[in-house]
């Protein structure tokens, strides 16, 4: 079964600190995209970062960053100076060649100023 | 471009009422998905759409929920008749065709609905 696994409900984290956001998946392709969404409370989801799985190279976007692990299908989400703009609930997301986005459920992300 | 469009926002209805909601893709795009997000549940894929046509219609909860793209720029998710455990967030998302680098999906705002 292709699923998307985030095992922390809740996570919280200093102003300008560093917090780590953990999701595994699972699929049998070879080919493949993941993603890290991020939903403030406005609903609105915004992308934030993603990754081709071909490529070894880790994917960055200014403060975030992740840690790909293809073998153990790991794809944590690094964000780095956290702002209190952090504060949102992130789900991590994986697709294939049927452009279906298969969803984890989500960590709600507080930023403790 | 405005991005995808969905209306309304918040949809109030009462139980046994027909509700539908209405989504507009990013111009150019050829997929169209509708999820439904719960807290329970989280994000569903409940229909997608590619170049107009159905493709995976497998989680639609039941016959009481449809949808349609009659074209390029419009669709619909019709729920008859609703019931309250229908209430849930209703998001609309698109991507364009080509090759893998288009597969980033964008939403629209969501519609927001209570079936009382």
């Known amino acids: 079964a292709q699923t998307v696994t985030q095992s922390q409900p809740e996570m919280s984290v200093q102003e300008a600190e560093t917090v780590t956001l953990s999701c595994t998946y699972d699929t049998s392709e070879s080919d493949y995209y993941l993603f890290w969404y991020k939903q403030p409370p406005s609903r609105q989801m915004i992308l934030v970062i993603r990754q081709e799985a071909y490529k070894q190279q880790n994917a960055t976007e200014n403060r975030f960053s992740v840690n790909f692990q293809k073998a153990a299908k790991s794809f944590s989400l690094k964000i780095s100076d956290s702002q209190l703009g952090d504060a949102a609930m992130y789900f991590c997301a994986w697709t294939g060649n049927n452009r279906k986005l298969i969803w984890g459920l989500g960590t709600s992300l507080a930023v403790n100023p | 471009d405005a991005g995808v469009i969905q209306s309304p926002r918040h949809e109030v209805t009462e139980m046994g009422q027909e509700v539908t909601l209405r989504c507009k893709p990013i111009?150019?795009?050829?997929?169209l998905f509708w999820y439904r997000q719960t807290m329970m549940r989280g994000l569903e894929l409940l229909i997608y759409f590619n170049n107009n046509v159905p493709i995976d219609d497998s989680g639609m909860p039941e016959d009481r929920f449809s949808a349609k793209m009659p074209n390029a720029s419009f669709s619909t998710l019709k729920i008859q008749p609703s019931e309250p455990r229908d209430s849930a967030v209703y998001f609309c998302?698109?991507?364009?065709?080509?090759?893998?680098?288009?597969?980033?999906?964008?939403f629209g705002q969501g519609t927001r609905l209570t079936v009382v």
């Open positions: 998302a698109s991507n364009g065709p080509g090759d893998f680098w288009n597969t980033e999906a964008f």
């Open positions: 111009s150019g795009h050829n997929s």
